[in-house]
């Protein structure tokens, strides 16, 4: 196992190759997502290097990495380069990513997403618990940004960036060999942002579903009270609605065929979509 440090962050001599937030400096930018499992925490993400001479563009191919923490994050390992024959940003997530549960590829690790070499759209994985990581391409419709999920009876759900109103879904009852032509799910979801995706065991043993994403102000005056409603205007100065206002929680408890809205918030502000635990 790779030498473990204590400041949260790899050390001094591999400083060159961590995130340290969203940018570091004008020639280096950091871009990634991470992934929980019970006994590791995973944070994998793009060193993009941006030519100051020449904005907007780059002085060199894009790199990937992976940090694992063993003890929630307090402290991280060095940097692994990752996807050496990408070569261009690779787009994590969305949300977080899931470890598999159920089949012939149980404990298999997931990120949605695709690269932008190519536009391709799919999914990273890693068959032996997050030392190497490859790109599964599907056929499917959409952004880069992903989210996915596990659902109760192993079935795989891949949710990929829309635009407007309505999500898509593809399903995999294979382990992500192979995928369903996608579906329409949620019509009332503003699909142009990064909704994200948790499936959890309640306390009763069943398998749900959930999907955080905005609902704007035509489709929120459905979930509203009454005094809230009456506010969904877009544009309106003292609201400031758009398409990624009024988040909530949309819940399935029969994975993916039918939702309903779990929980709502209303307050200002935009969403870009996320579930975190």
Same mark, same amino acid.
């Given at each position: ?7 949260? +962050? ?62 929630? %994050? ?47 759209? %799919? ?7 997050? /030392? ?15 989210? %996915?999920? /596990? ?13 407007? +109103? ?9 382990? %992500? /060999? ?44 459905? +979930? ?54």
């Amino acid at each position: 196992m790779p030498a473990i440090h204590s400041q949260g +962050y790899p050390s001094e001599e591999s400083r060159e190759l961590r995130p340290s937030g969203s940018r570091d400096s004008s020639e280096r930018s950091f871009y990634g997502t991470r992934l929980f499992i019970l006994d590791r925490v995973f944070f994998v993400y793009n060193i993009i290097f941006n030519d100051p001479d020449r904005p907007g563009e780059v002085s060199q191919p894009c790199r990937q990495f992976v940090l694992h923490s063993d003890d929630a %994050g307090a402290s991280w390992s060095e940097p692994v380069e990752i996807l050496k024959d990408i070569g261009a940003i690779c787009v994590f997530g969305g949300g977080n990513g899931f470890q598999l549960k159920k089949g012939k590829h149980a404990g298999r690790l997931i990120i949605p997403g695709g690269t932008q070499g190519g536009f391709r759209r %799919g999914f990273f994985l890693s068959d032996d618990h997050g /030392e190497t990581w490859s790109f599964q391409e599907v056929e499917l419709s959409g952004r880069l940004e992903a989210t %996915g999920c /596990e659902l109760g009876d192993g079935t795989l759900m891949l949710n990929h960036r829309q635009s407007g +109103y309505g999500m898509a879904a593809s399903f995999s009852d294979d382990g %992500g /060999e192979t995928w369903s032509e996608q579906s329409a799910i949620l019509p009332d979801a503003w699909s142009s942002c990064n909704n994200s995706a948790l499936s959890v065991v309640n306390a009763d043993g069943e398998t749900l579903v959930l999907i955080a994403a905005p609902l704007g102000p035509e489709n929120a005056s459905k +979930y509203a009270i009454e005094q809230e409603a009456t506010r969904l205007e877009r544009g309106v100065e003292d609201s400031k609605q758009s398409g990624r206002s009024n988040g909530g929680v949309f819940l399935s408890r029969d994975g993916g065929k039918t939702w309903g809205m779990s929980l709502k918030s209303l307050k200002q502000g935009d969403v870009g979509g996320g579930i975190n635990v």
